[in-house]
């Protein structure tokens, strides 16, 4: 796990470094650990094996927590979206991965 460093010059020729992580980073999550480890994890394989297919990855997230954790799961996976939602206690996580790829996943039933 690192981060990938682009460096290029911009007008003022002056060195702008752009910092891009490739491990996952969790921003809010209230999930007990084993469950944030597991959502992590799972979300993480969906984003590489669907790089190129957000709704892809937001569906096999969204099915797969609704197999292992009941039914009522929500995902949303993108870049530049806000959002406001309701959700059940110990059921939320919004991390980001591979640079601005952001991830939130919550149970409301």
């Known amino acids: 796990m690192g981060d990938a460093a ?9 060195a ?3 910092v ?5 980073l969790i921003k ?3 999930m007990n650990e084993e469950m944030r480890v597991e959502t ?3 979300c993480v394989t969906a984003c590489e094996e669907f790089a190129n297919n957000n709704e892809n990855a937001a569906r096999m997230i969204k099915e797969t927590m609704d ?7 929500h995902v949303v996976v993108g870049e530049g979206f806000g959002m406001e939602i309701t ?7 919004y ?14 039933s």
């Open 28 to 30: 809010h999550s209230d």
């Open 16 to 18: 702008v470094k752009k």
């Open 87 to 93: 959700h059940e206690l110990k059921s939320i996580l």
């Open 40 to 42: 992590m994890e799972l």
């Open 6 to 14: 682009e460096v290029r010059k911009d007008e003022g020729n002056e």
């Open 20 to 24: 891009i992580h490739t491990y996952p």
């Open 67 to 73: 197999k292992k954790h009941g039914m009522a799961w």
């Open 95 to 108: 991390m980001y991965f591979a640079g601005n790829l952001a991830v939130c996943v919550w149970k409301c």
